[in-house]
């Protein structure tokens, strides 16, 4: 008889890989289904935040991820003004994050899982839950090389499968179109600023006839001759679906500042594009003996369309009530979990949908960033509400937020 695992994780991306590793790392004999091979390419910013710097630094990978390109902040566009904003001082995080392609990074936290313990299987797709007597059993699992399907059996599954989470619909999982939905593409670049200490964002796009194209634009320095840069739009913005991102990206390349050197000539390989479910917008998140992580559970922040460290965080969240039910045999410890991202993410994610629910009228955008690219006081307070990097003695991330929204509110011209 083939061996049943204590869980199955479904994804070898951030969220299953940490999900893996913190299972592994308590003693519990885990499988990884990856249907990729490493290393595989993932449409990304790249851009690591110290919140995911964090998650990575316990996961005992500081010593690898320092071989990256550091940044130590961001430098802000809008307006024409740039400001560089260095990432605060904080108790818990540190005070610089990495650009990192998710070609590298990807790999090296799955390799840390497999140190931890976790088996992989490279090349292998979940195609659909097994099934006893109506409770999720393991899943049929398909050998790409091979095509051969074979069973497998775990207490446990976790679903990690990403922000299309085919195995998470298959399971009855269903994300809420009144949510925000980011969409976003990127490319690589040559750049003679590769290295640059600070990230790049352009919170308004002017194109060459000095319209305003809805959507918001990036550089990241990757530190190895390359920049990686992309443009995304959320569907709080008005009249999103008719906005052409590849378009979009041509008109930011166009325009983007001249130090970059970005152009046809300095592109490497294809533009490509994803989505980004936001807010904790897909449920339910957990069942009798499944549980949701990362993209697949709709984790990115709505603020800032970060979704590696909540990836990283939810997948450590869910080991933690996984590793309780296979600890305590009570499966019932699973039930925690959407309480618990309640608690963690409720609030704060609650008033970054409303936040970009009011930014997606374009004069309410322009208004906000204009007014706030007059101030580095309070643009170095959005950065630390929008990359949830709030203090814990300032006051509370939310009632921050929301003094916020009020404020955005006011500045709103009456219709
Ligand atoms: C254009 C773009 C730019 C972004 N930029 C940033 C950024 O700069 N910083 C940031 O923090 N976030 C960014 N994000 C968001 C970030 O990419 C995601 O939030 C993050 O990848 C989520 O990790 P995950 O593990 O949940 O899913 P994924 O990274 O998508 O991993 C899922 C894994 O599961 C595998 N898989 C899927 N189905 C199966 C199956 N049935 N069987 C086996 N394996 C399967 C996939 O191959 C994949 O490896 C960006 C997203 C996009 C689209």
């Not at 095509?147 to 085919?166: F, I, K, P, Q």
């Amino acid at each position: 008889m083939s061996k049943r695992y204590d869980a199955l994780v479904i994804g070898a991306g951030p969220a299953g890989a940490s999900a893996a590793y913190w299972l592994a790392q308590n003693g519990h004999s885990v499988l990884v289904v990856e249907r990729k091979r490493f290393p595989r390419d993932k449409t990304c910013g790249d851009g690591l935040t110290p919140r995911s710097v964090k998650q990575l630094t316990d996961m005992g990978l500081a010593e690898p991820l320092s071989d990256f390109h550091r940044y130590d902040g961001l430098r802000s566009i809008a307006h024409g003004v740039t400001m560089e904003l260095a990432w605060p001082q904080h108790p818990d995080f540190p005070d610089y994050g990495y650009v990192v392609r998710r070609r590298d990074l990807d790999e090296m936290v799955a390799e840390r899982a497999v140190k931890a313990g976790a088996t992989l299987w490279q090349g292998c797709e979940a195609i659909e839950p097994t099934l006893e007597n109506g409770i999720v059993t393991g899943a049929t699992v398909k050998h790409k090389d091979t095509g051969t399907l074979e069973n497998v059996s775990a207490r446990y599954v976790v679903v990690a499968d990403g922000a299309n989470s085919r195995f998470g619909r298959a399971l009855g999982t269903t994300r809420d179109r009144k949510y925000p939905l980011g969409m976003a593409v990127r490319g690589y670049y040559r750049s003679p600023r590769h290295d640059d200490p600070w990230i790049e964002s352009h919170l308004d796009i002017v194109d060459r006839s000095g319209d305003h194209v809805p959507g918001y634009g990036w550089i990241f320095p990757l530190g190895d001759g390359r920049v990686n840069v992309g443009v995304g739009l959320l569907s709080t913005f008005s009249g999103w679906k008719d906005i052409n991102t590849s378009k979009l990206m041509e008109t930011f390349v166009d325009v983007a500042p001249s130090y970059w050197g970005l152009s046809a000539e300095t592109a490497e390989g294809p533009v490509t594009g994803g989505k980004l479910p936001t807010g904790g917008s897909v449920t339910p998140n957990v069942g009798p003996t499944w549980i949701v992580a990362g993209d697949a559970s709709g984790s990115i922040n709505p603020f800032n369309g970060e979704g590696i460290a909540y990836a990283y965080e939810t997948g450590r969240m869910v080991a933690g009530v996984v590793d309780q039910a296979l600890t305590s045999g009570d499966g019932l410890a699973l039930q925690q979990y959407p309480e618990l991202l309640v608690e963690t993410y409720g609030l704060y994610f609650k008033v970054a949908r409303l936040f970009v629910k009011i930014i997606g009228n374009p004069a309410v955008m322009r208004e906000l960033t204009r007014v706030g690219m007059q101030s580095r006081t309070l643009m170095e307070w959005v950065l630390r509400i929008m990359a949830n990097l709030l203090r814990p003695d300032e006051i509370g991330p939310a009632e921050a937020a929301y003094a916020l929204v009020e404020k955005i509110v006011a500045l709103t011209p009456e219709p």
